[in-house]
Structure formats: C-alpha cells, structure tokens
C-alpha cells in the first residue's frame, strides 16, 4: 500500500522542475511502486482529476473548512479514492452537514501539504490536462513498454487511468486489447496549423482539401438502431441532438463510426454563429434550430476497424455510406484548385480548409501533421487565467482577461497577455456572473481563476516580451469567442505562440514595432 503523500511529494516534485525528463522520472518512479488497485486513482490525482468525475464539493465549502492538519503522513491512495467516492454519494436531507464532515475528518487525517493538495484537486484547481504528454510517458517508462503502445491505448480507451492501470497490470499484451468499440469514443484526430495553402500541399502529397467548417466536431457511433453521439471531449450528448440521431439510424449500414462536425445554418444556408451550434448541445437546447452533421471520417464499417486504413479508402467508405452528409472537399488537387476550394470556403462563410494527406492513417489524440489547418487569420486557443475588474462604462463588470498557453511539459499555463477588446456587454455580464464560481483568490484589480476556461483569441501576430514569463507576448488580441467544447488540455502551447512570432502575420504593417500595451490596458504587470 502506498502513502497518499507519496502522490502529493511527487506532484510537487512534477511542479517544481521545468524539465520534461524530470517530471517524466518522478511520475515513473511513483507509478512503478503502487499497487495494481492504486494505480488508476493515483493517476487520476496527478492529473488533478476525481476517479470518478466531480465530487460535488464547492470551494465554498472547501474555504470554510479550517482542521489542523496531521503531524506525519498516513492516509494511503485507497483511503482518500474511498472518500472521495463516499462524498460524491452523499445526497438527501443534511447532505451539506455530511459531506462536511467527511471532508473534515479527511482533512484531520491530513499532513498540511497534502491538505493543500486535497482542497485544490476536490476545488478542480489541479485539473489543467496539461501532464497528458508527460503521463503517457511516465507510464511507458513505469510499464517498460513502447510509448506508441501507451498512446495508441489512450486514443482507444480515451481514459488516461485505465489507460495507466493496463500498462502497468499486463504491459504490452494488456494495452494491446484496447480496441476501437463501437459505442466508446475515442479521443479524435487533430490537426495542426499550416502557415500557407501551398506550404501544406507541398508537404502532404496527394491531399483531400476539406472546408473547415466552424461548427462543433462530432462523434457518432451506430450499432444497430443504437446511436451515441459525443463531443470533441468525449461528453456524451446524444439526448440533445435527436435529428443527427435519426440521421444516422437512416444510413444504409448495421453499425458505424463517424468523424464529423455540425453546425446550426440560417434560412439562406450560410453558418449560423459558434455559440448558437454550441447551444444546442446544452441540456436546455433550442430545438428550433436543427444541427447538420458533415461527416469528414468513416472509422468503422460493418463490423470493420478502419483506423489503420489510409485516409483514402477512409473516405471511399463515407462516400458509400453518407454521401448526402459529406463536407465538401477535392480529392487530390492541382495548386490552382486547392486554392479555389480555400477562396470558396471563405466566401461561404467558414473559417479556412483542413489539408490532409490521402495515404495517412488516422492517430488520434495527437496533432499530427497529417491534418493541416489554412486560415486566413492567426487565432489561438488559450486559457484564462484571471480578470480585472473593469473602469468607466464598465466598472462593476469583470473585464480585461489574462491568457495563458498551455505548457507543453505540463507545467501550469503560461500568461501570454491580456486583453479586453472583443468583449461584448453579453460576454461581460457572463464573465462577472460565472468567474466568481471558478476563482482561487482575488485583490484590489484581480480575480484569480481555476485555469479551465478557453477561449478563441484573434491577434495580429506576436511579439519577443521580456515582462512574461515565457518571453513573448500577444499583439492585439481581440476575443472572438468562448470555448467551451474545449478544455485546458486542448487549449494552444507556448510554442504555437511562439510559432506565430516566427511565421508573423504575413501583413506588410507586422514589423514588431507597434506595442500592444496602451492599446489593451495592459499594466505592465504581467
Ligand atoms: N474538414 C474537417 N476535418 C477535420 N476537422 C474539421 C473539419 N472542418 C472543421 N473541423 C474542425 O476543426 C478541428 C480541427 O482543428 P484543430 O485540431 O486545430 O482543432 P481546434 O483547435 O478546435 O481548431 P480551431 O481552434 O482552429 O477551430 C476539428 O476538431 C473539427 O472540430
């Protein structure tokens, strides 16, 4: 059995070095010494998740509790999942009182660094994703198995402890028993950014030129007349979406997978915005506004695993299957009509066109650079990690945003600037009324919050800035829009930032000289 604090030494030994081969080491040496039954909740933990989903602690809750902590360790890994679990069953009458007394007696048992530990892996500060690279390995080095075995599992299961908990039971032969089910999502395929149509097609070969439709990426999988339909983060939504269901009950097969995206069109048949297809995944939905699914990936036919299959006879499948519901896309074209398809897409409304080439498998889980993204514009995915309380016309309202990248060592994320612009007075209200609900700590100008929220920036480009921590620094950045089909985990890297400053923006007047400091309140104090 081992100690629960052995979790939270190595956690710290994790935040305290920058170093991926330190992190990776401190993550091995804790996996290979757990017992079979711990290892799927101390994965969870270091990955700053519940095992079983939330427990339904507020921080509240949490901030109210004041126990003396235990002078030596000695709760162990099976006791803290075991109460974790038993709080999350609390309900009825009185709950409240239980569940505080659970948690007290827990925090009772506890040393001060791990009663710090529990307070922000139950208040979800912990759960930022960012390890999922770095855990991948350690367990590869922990099971003494090829980190492709591990990733491939992971992709499959799309669970990163049950993911763990096999490699380390029966290594390779155990992983290798992940296999794609149909009903079980699978964590989706990626694409990563390309700086121009031509720079991707040169480098693919032959290609499919896709639309990038800006709608939200679905998963559907069909056995019989059984449908489920998930998210690009594997949340089941099946329940909300009733016409892609019957959609996809009415296509000629007996059982399928699907990779797609849906969006909400307006009468005129242009795309309806973002957030209204978002809308419609939430549990209150407005049916009046139907979702059409555009299938890009066919997975599974019949009974047939298509993962390994080249992209190619992929796409034969969808097109004998769904061919009213494909995106559009051209199939191995010349130069001047990918660039056709690219000024299409725009003019229709959509944001850019993926470019992927035609002999790849599909990997999911990782950006590869098989799937290449075109936009016309730089945008980035990025964390937000506080807010300051506006002036003028919008004192009262929380305001100017501070970002964060992603660390791709899983450190926590990296401030890359700030900004208010883009906000709208709706936007606005929503920040004041839901940041409170995720924030650690405050001042006089700041709210400080658990970094899980993402949104979508637009910028001009980026430039070399000695006042943030990771040296470069957003130029004019706007809000185009929450995220919130996307979490920490996916949000942009620091060196797709810095990508950005490399590549820069392509527009004559991106020389680097003009600041972004004044233009965005920015204070100065990162
Ligand atoms: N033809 C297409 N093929 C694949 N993905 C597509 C296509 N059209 C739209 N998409 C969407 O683009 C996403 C792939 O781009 P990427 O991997 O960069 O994810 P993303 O970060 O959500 O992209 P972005 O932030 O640019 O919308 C998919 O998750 C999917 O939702």
Known sequence: MV????????SAEVAATRSRKAKTSAIAALLGGLDATEVRPATAFLAGELPGGRAGVGWSTLSALDVPPAPEPSLTVGEVDAAIDELRGISGSGSGQRRTDLLAGLLGRATAPEQEFLVRLLGGE????????????????????PAEDVRRAFM????????????????????????LEVGRPLRPMLASPAETLDEAVAELGEVSVEYKLDGARIQVHRDGDDVHVYTRTLREITRSVPELVELVRGLDCRSIVLDGETLALDDSGRPRPFQETMSRFGAQSERELLLRPYFFDCLHLDGEDLLDHPLRQRLEFLEKVAPQHRIPAVLAPDP???????????DAGHEGVMVKALDSVYAAGRRGRTWRKVKPAHTLDLVVLAAEWGHGRRSGYLSNLHLGARDPDGGPPIMVGKTFKGLTDELLAWQTAEFPKRETHRDAWTVHLVPELVVEIELDGVQ????????????????????PDKDAASADTIDAVRAVQRGGSGRPEDTGQQGNAGQQGDTGRP
């Open 156 to 179: 499959l299961s799309g669970r990163l402890p049950a993911t763990a908990e096999a490699a380390l039971r029966g290594g390779g032969a155990e992983l290798a028993r992940f296999r």
């Open 336 to 346: 001047e009509r990918a660039a056709a398809v690219f000024d299409e897409a725009l």
């Open 126 to 145: 912990l759960r930022q994703g960012a390890l999922e690279g770095v855990m991948l390995e350690a367990v590869a080095t922990a099971a003494r198995v």
């Open 3 to 10: 100690l629960f604090s052995a979790v939270v030494t190595a």
């Open 464 to 483: 070399a800035s000695p006042r943030y921590p990771g040296g470069v620094a957003l130029r004019f950045a706007r809000v185009l829009r929450y995220r």
